[in-house]
């Protein structure tokens, strides 16, 4: 079983800049896609960003390329998701999740088996 656990989420105003954290625990392997998604309301979830956890390769969906910036730090088993130059068309709740003993092929993993709670993102204009 994988444990994951998001915080970070708020309102900030158009412009401002949020840092989400998932911290992640249990049967984890080397090789993992982990990933941040987003759902609106009334909209599909959808992929924003992933990284390969051994190799760190990461993709963005095209929409927040060159503003979010997905990262992780091993020693404290966690992924982040640097938010910046936010927009109102980011609010939404953003997931973590995990895709275990897996590459990563785009900001969509492939098979998301495991997902955090959810933390709020809400950008006002």
């Known amino acids: 079983q994988v444990q994951l656990v998001e915080s970070g989420g708020g309102s900030v105003q158009a412009g401002g800049s949020l840092r989400l954290s998932c911290k992640f625990s249990?049967?984890?392997?080397?090789?993992?896609?982990m990933g941040w998604y987003r759902q609106a309301p009334g909209k599909a979830r959808e992929g924003v960003a992933s990284i390969h956890t051994s190799s760190s390769n990461t993709y963005y969906r095209d929409s927040v390329k060159g503003r979010f910036t997905i990262s992780q730090d091993n020693s404290k088993n966690t992924v982040y998701l640097q938010m910046n130059s936010l927009k109102p068309e980011d609010t939404a709740m953003y997931y973590c999740?995990?895709?275990?003993?897996?590459?990563?092929?785009?900001?969509?993993?492939?098979?998301?088996?495991?997902w955090g709670q959810g933390t709020q993102v809400t950008v006002s204009s």
């Open positions: 999740a995990a895709d275990i003993s897996a590459f990563c092929r785009s900001h969509v993993l492939t098979r998301p088996t495991y």
């Open positions: 249990g049967d984890m392997y080397r090789d993992n896609c």
